[in-house]
């Protein structure tokens, strides 16, 4: 039986379905506060049997942070997915977020040894590679580089990867899979599926930085690909190509129907903007809008080479284009649906 953490987020639960419609026999861990209507709703997008489907995964309760819990999930548990992790540019969210990446990790590393788990596949990120220092293309040669411009969640990617690899030296048969910006449909309420909503409302700024995107099908089919592969102790770059932001934001617009972003924000001027919505953001009582880490990352210039996996494992791409145009496809029917759900006015 496989166990699956992180099943209510978007990778994960694009990575519940590929393992149920396979007939899989999946066991994924949520926490109480965890809502499971948006990965039904994930599965609604590929399947007409949506909630047959999603009724074949048992659910348990379990935080990562809680051993016992962690270790009643893994009874006869033979391969686990971790997918699950704090993924925020909050400064509220750094300390949770290093405490449940790094020692969630550390705790399941641990369990998974002690049960003689059979394979174990890590969710790391591009995040963790050396790229501060490197000017190139970053591969899975690159190792991590300590630097002021590192952000947080980097910094807990990094000690939950070192988890792994300390892992492996103790025994645990596992791979990591490092995936750069992951496009994908659902949560468009945050995280980079919020970037849909932005474009959507209007957005009018780009920034002149340039990233890695990868599509969430992609990073599903090559974690399951490496876990029914003979491949262990490595990593692999997950990433289809290497874009700018304003790009990514034309391709948003083009199929989204609404005008491109057309205003440069100059690199000096993200680091004005940062500070100015921190001020209101506490006078407000809100969530800032626009981090130190967020203007950081959005101004960086990386790239990232995806040639291993594609040599290893024959592994081809979604293009980036269209991955956002698929993806706006299903975001404009979900624009619909609300619609039509609306009251109408009286
Ligand atoms: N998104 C990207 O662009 C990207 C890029 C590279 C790597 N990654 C990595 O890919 C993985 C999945 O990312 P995602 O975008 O799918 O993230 P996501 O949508 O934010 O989902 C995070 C998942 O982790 C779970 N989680 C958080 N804290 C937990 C805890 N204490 N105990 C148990 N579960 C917990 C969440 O459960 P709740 O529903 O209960 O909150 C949720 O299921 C992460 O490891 C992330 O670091 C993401």
Redesign the pocket.
């Known amino acids: 039986m496989i166990l699956v953490?992180?099943?209510?987020?978007?990778?994960?639960s694009h990575l519940l379905f590929d393992l149920v419609s396979r007939g899989k026999q999946v066991r994924a861990?949520?926490?109480e506060?965890?809502?499971t209507g948006m990965v039904r709703k994930v599965f609604s997008y590929y399947s007409d049997r949506a909630d047959d489907l999603f009724g074949k995964i048992e659910w348990v309760d379990?935080?990562?942070?809680d051993f016992v819990a962690i270790d009643d999930a893994l009874e006869g548990i033979d391969i686990v997915y971790h997918?699950?992790?704090?993924?925020s540019f909050y400064p509220k969210d750094h300390k949770a977020m290093l405490k449940?990446?790094i020692e969630?990790t550390a705790n399941l590393v641990n369990l998974c040894i002690a049960r003689k788990i059979k394979k174990f596949c890590y969710?790391?990120?591009?995040?963790v590679l050396g790229r501060a220092v490197n000017d190139g293309v970053s591969d899975e040669t690159t190792f991590w580089q300590p630097s002021k411009k590192n952000s947080v969640y980097s910094q807990s990617?990094n000690g939950a990867e070192r988890e792994i690899w300390r892992g492996i030296e103790e025994g645990l048969n596992a791979f990591i899979i490092?995936?750069?910006?992951?496009l994908g449909p659902g949560?468009w309420g945050g995280?980079?599926s919020g970037l849909f909503s932005l474009v959507w409302k209007g957005l009018k700024y780009y920034t002149r930085g340039i990233n890695g995107f990868v599509d969430v099908r992609d990073v599903s089919r090559a974690m399951i690909l490496l876990m029914e592969s003979d491949i262990s102790r490595e990593r692999f770059i997950v990433s289809s190509e290497n874009c700018s932001y304003q790009q990514v934001f034309e391709y948003m617009a083009k199929y989204l129907g609404k005008p491109a972003p057309s205003v440069n924000v100059p690199n000096a001027l993200t680091g004005i903007a940062w500070r100015v919505e921190k001020v209101i953001s506490f006078i407000m009582r809100r969530l800032p809008e626009v981090t130190q880490e967020m203007a950081t990352t959005t101004t960086m210039i990386y790239a990232y080479s995806n040639e291993k996996i594609r040599k290893t494992l024959g592994f081809e791409f979604i293009p980036v284009e269209q991955s956002i145009k698929e993806t706006c496809e299903l975001f404009l029917r979900d624009h619909e649906e609300v619609k039509c759900h609306l009251p109408s006015a009286i």
């Open positions: 953490t992180g099943g209510t987020g978007l990778l994960g861990i949520k926490r506060t965890s809502n379990a935080d990562i942070m997918a699950g992790a704090v993924v449940v990446n969630g969710v790391s990120s591009v995040a990617k490092n995936p750069s910006v992951i949560f995280g980079n």
